[in-house]
Every structure is written in C-alpha cells, then in structure tokens.
C-alpha cells in the first residue's frame, strides 16, 4: 500500500495550498522516507551502560551539537560552560569575532577551571593559581621555582572546534571532524527565510527526564501519538495528516510540519468557531479581541492574520506578506544528535536532549524560546537557564505558555515508558513506517556513528 495516499486528508500540501498567504517554496516539497527498515530496535540502546559508554565515544566526543546562542557571550571574556556526560568545555569568546573552546581542565592536577558562565579576562585555576590567558597560553605558575621541568610554551590549553551557524554556538570535541558547514547539510538552505541570526533567547528552561535522552527526544519529533496523550489540541492540530520529510542522501536532518487552525481528520465537521475557541483556550498568544468568521473564510485563515498582527507589534517588522504556515504552524527540524530547531514564526522552538551525566536512564531536556531582535539589532538580556527541581512540572516555567502543558503530558509518559522497557520481555522497539520515520532515520544515523571505526578524539595543547 502506498502509505501517503493511505493517510487521512487533508494532507500539508493541500491545507497549505489552499492558504490566503502561499507558503515558501521550500514548504512546498515533501520528502517521504524511501527503503527503510521495518526491523524492531533493540531496547537496549535505551538503558545499557555499555551502549552508554560506547556512544559517549562514537557520538557525543564525534559529531557537532549546540553549545550556546552568539547573544549569550557578546564580549571578549564571556563565556558559558558547557557538559556532556564527562566532558566539560568553557565556550568563550576570545575576540571581537572570535570564539574558542577549551577543555575545562587545569593542566596541573586536573581542576575545573571553572564552574558556571560569566565574564573573565584570565582563566585562573581555584586550586594553586595555574593561569591562563583566553587565547589558550599558560602565563602564570605560582612558585615556579619548584616546577622547572615545565614548558609553559608547550602547556596552552586543549581545544574543541568551535562553528556558528544562525545565531548558534556549535562544538565538536573531535579536531579531524568535518566542517560544520557539511555537517548541517541541507538546514541553512531551509532555515534561510527564517532568520535566525536575528532572534534571541527569550526564554530557557530545562529539566531532568526520567528516561533516556533518545527517548525524550523520540516523544518530540512524530505526531502519532498527539490523538491519545494530547487530546485537547485535536480541534486546531493536524495530528494524523502530519507530514515527514526524509531527504535521500541527508543523514543529519529531517523535519515534520504540523498544520495548525484546522482540525484533526479525526474530528470532521468541527466548526471554524470551535477551533478558533480551543486554540485561544490553549496559546495565549491568540487572545485579545474576539476572531470572527465571515462568509468564505476559514479558522486558519483568521488565525493567521491574527498571528501576523501580534508578531509585527513585537517586533516592529512588516508582517503583512508572511506566510499563513510560517505564521501559524509547526516546522520542525531535526540536526543529529540531540537538537530540535523549529522553523517559521508560530512557535519559535529549539529544544536540546543530553544525558543527564553518566546515567543512561535519565536525560536533561531544555526549552529555548527564540524571538526577534528589535530592527535596530537591539535586544534583551538573553534569558539564563531555568533548571527545574524533581518535583517540579514545566507548568511551573510561566515563560512557556502553551508549550508546558504538552511537555508535563510527555514527561508522564516517558517514565512509564523507561519503566515499561526495563520490564519488557519484547527485545525491540517496533516503528509505524511513516509517522515514525524519522525515529528510524534517527536510529540509522545512530548505528552509523556506534558502528564506525573507533578514533582517538585529538585536542590541541
């Protein structure tokens, strides 16, 4: 069976031909997965240690992954910190355009350098004062007298490389990696009417997850299950007729696209009213005056006016000519391994999925809201990151709105599915063929990296 034609209508492209403002050409193309497997995925990828520690290997000291916003490190000596399982780098800028990386560790005895973000014109170890300066060389060993055996010359700091590419701060611990630039493949193609250099972080808020990183992030990038965990959102969302984009040849990206202002094919014969009603009951940001319908015209259409108006006061831009579907809808992109970019302006998403430390059964996940920046470049105090205690729920970030009640249903669910693997007596995981494709693309990347020949990680001294 053809499963594109076997899916309920109407689909993306028809909702989005149908649109008063048309939708950028490359919304226009659809790209379902081809000749993938139907294999069960063995669950152990989700808890053993063994298959922690050699992707620690293979993945997070291999491939490029979000470090930081540009806006977050504006002048010479900010810097953040940031940790992958046991790896920890100090994400500095080091001139005016310039950004480095270092391995955060004194060159003595081991030492973090340093323990949180901030702005510092020398890196000074806390223990015995070894120091250095931000391009990487040693300047200063107290009582050297005793250490004439060391070649201060020969000690600058280890680096990992260091890319940027729309406003983000990318790191790769492997020095024979390939150029960020490749890597991306085809997302700075689709994300080039997006802007993303032009936002900034509004908001950013993390919490622990009690499952494995993949798993959080797997309950983030298909709809299937939106109709049974998310119920409330079937009379605005397209959940079902969600489309899935896999690009032969590209093995680091994928995207869905959620279309939104019309209802779920499960609920024919909602009223243009009653999706307008939920979808101000659930996102704030379409409340205010009342939308009415007139004759010929649509809950969508209204919506996307309305969405334009709102985003034009905030930022002080001409929205009149943007797309209903960038106005309105989810666009989500995926960048191997653990980064979720979503597109457009309706939802201005970026999500991050990491281990939490060396436990394979839970994860850190992280909301990041990212709005325009004023005309004039100007913008406000990048958010800082909101971490979120165990009994806390991401209903209590305010600063996400809509988007933490979808998270707290999620984050019910991946404990039960952590749970429910660990007690499993099935080995695998099993995939439907189309809404879960980008799972299995995921998943084939994944086996790339875990299966490649293992490589000594250099860094520079």
Known sequence: MDLISARPGPSVQEVLAADVNPAPALMLTESPAAGQ??????????????????????????????????????????????????????????????????????????????????????????????????????????????????????????????????????????????????????????????????????AHVAKIMPCNWKLAMEAFVEAYHVAIAHPQVLGYYGDSNTQYDVWPGIRHVSRMISVQGVPSPSMKGIPAERTIEEMRRDVPFFAGRPIEVGEGETARAKLAQRSREKIARSTQLDMSALSDTESLDLIEYMLFPNMVPWGGQALPITYRFRPNGDDPESSIMEIMFLFSKSPDGSHPTPATMTMLSADQKWADAPELGSAAMVADQDTDNLMRIQKGLRTSRKPGVTLARYQESRIRHFHATLDDYMNASPVHVRTTR
């Open 37 to 202: 497997s139907t294999a069960d995925l063995p669950i152990e990828r989700y808890f053993s240690k063994e298959w922690h520690d050699r992707q620690v290997e293979q993945v997070w000291r291999r491939c490029w992954q979000l470090a930081c916003r540009v806006e977050e490190i504006p002048n010479v000596g900010d810097h953040i910190i940031y940790e992958i399982v046991h790896d920890s780098l100090i994400v500095v800028r080091t001139g005016p355009d310039e950004i480095r990386a270092y391995i955060n560790s004194c060159l003595h005895r081991g030492t973090l350098l340093r323990t949180e973000g901030g702005c510092v014109q020398r890196l000074r170890c806390p223990f015995h004062g070894w120091t250095w300066k931000l391009d990487g060389a040693l300047v200063h060993v107290p009582q050297q007298w005793d250490l004439p055996h060391v070649d201060q010359a020969a000690m600058s700091l280890p680096e990992a490389r260091v890319g940027t590419w729309g406003g983000y701060v990318f790191v790769n611990f492997d020095l024979q990696c390939e150029p960020l630039s490749t890597y991306l493949e085809n997302l700075p193609e689709h994300f080039a009417a997006f802007d993303m250099e032009n936002r900034y972080k509004a």
